[in-house]
């Protein structure tokens, strides 16, 4: 079973892997083959799952939100992530013509409704902005907030790629701690992990979420000579640890990192979600965790 981690001090709890569902449009599942996928990795003890407005070309938690109906019982046993402040040009919204970011307070609050809508819910656990904006007012952000929090509209709020900087200011106008940064994290692109990101949560007691743990499947195709480097020292590391694939090798380096990150899974095939929970299991040694790193950059440490 996967255990439940406090996500900082003043957070909530979740799972300690989270399922993703940014593909949940491509997965071809019927309303109740939906149900009984997220039955499947409840049962298995993944019970956050990962939401954004904007996935599936704002279809996905729709899509969600139908299964969610068919049992509504199974909401008390998850806990709901989301996010916002993407604007992308789509069928959806014709008089778009540019993707861009809008953190304003009317539009965070009006997304929270539209996801609220679309879940069949009456609450999200954590709302995260999606994207660092340019042109992001911290105390209009802050204000969105309070009245969702007022509201019982969102119970705590995270950012999602936010650099240290970014997190501070918006945290700065808060009265409630930021509860994650989610972040990309991978052997082939873990730049948070020496940018001071991981650091500032690693200092918070605050875990973050990692998304793309996998690099969108290049680390098993790819032919550029850092993911041929990447793939086979994996490969080797596989073999050592008796782990079943490389993915597996992949999760545990990335919840080697002192700050302890949540991997998020994106399959919507529940064999590969068992194959992330047993990779919690596995533990690399320093030098093992190093190797891919070196691996990665193409030389050794300094």
């Known amino acids: 079973m996967v255990a439940k981690v406090e996500l900082s001090p003043q957070g909530p709890q979740f799972s300690e892997l989270v399922q993703g569902y940014w593909r949940l449009a491509d997965w071809q599942m019927s309303p109740a083959q939906r149900l009984d996928f997220l039955k499947q990795h409840v049962e298995l003890g993944i019970t956050t799952v990962d939401h954004a407005d904007i996935y599936g070309n704002y279809s996905c938690e729709t899509l969600f939100g139908e299964a969610l109906a068919l049992d509504p019982s199974i909401r008390d046993q998850i806990e ?4 916002c402040d993407i604007k992308l040009c789509s069928d959806q919204f014709p008089g778009r013509k540019i993707n861009h970011y809008d953190t304003s307070k009317a539009h965070i609050v009006e997304s929270v409704n539209n996801s609220l809508s679309r879940l069949q819910v009456e609450n999200i656990d954590v709302l995260l902005i999606h994207r660092p904006d340019v042109l992001m007012d911290a105390d209009e952000v802050a204000e969105a907030f309070a009245e969702l929090k007022q509201q019982g509209k969102v119970t705590h709020f995270g950012v999602s790629n936010f650099s240290p900087a970014q997190f501070d200011l918006l945290q700065s106008r808060l009265d409630a701690p930021l509860v994650t940064n989610q972040v990309e994290i991978n052997p082939l692109n873990f730049e948070v992990a020496h940018d001071g990101t991981l650091d500032q949560l690693q200092l918070k007691r605050t875990k973050p979420m990692a998304w793309s743990c996998l690099a969108g499947g290049d680390i098993f ?7 041929v480097r990447v793939r086979n020292e ?5 073999d050592e640890v008796g782990a079943a694939s490389i993915d597996q090798v992949i999760y545990a380096w990335v919840r080697r990192l002192p700050s302890h990150p949540l991997p998020i899974i994106g399959s919507g095939k529940i064999e590969r ?4 929970i047993d990779a919690l299991n596995i533990e690399l040694s320093r030098e093992q965790w190093f190797r891919v790193w070196a691996a990665s950059k193409g030389h050794g440490v300094p």
């Open 80 to 83: 709901i992530v989301t996010k």
């Open 221 to 227: 195709s790819g032919q550029s000579e850092q993911q």
């Open 234 to 238: 994996l490969e080797i590391i596989r």
């Open 273 to 276: 979600v068992q194959a992330a």
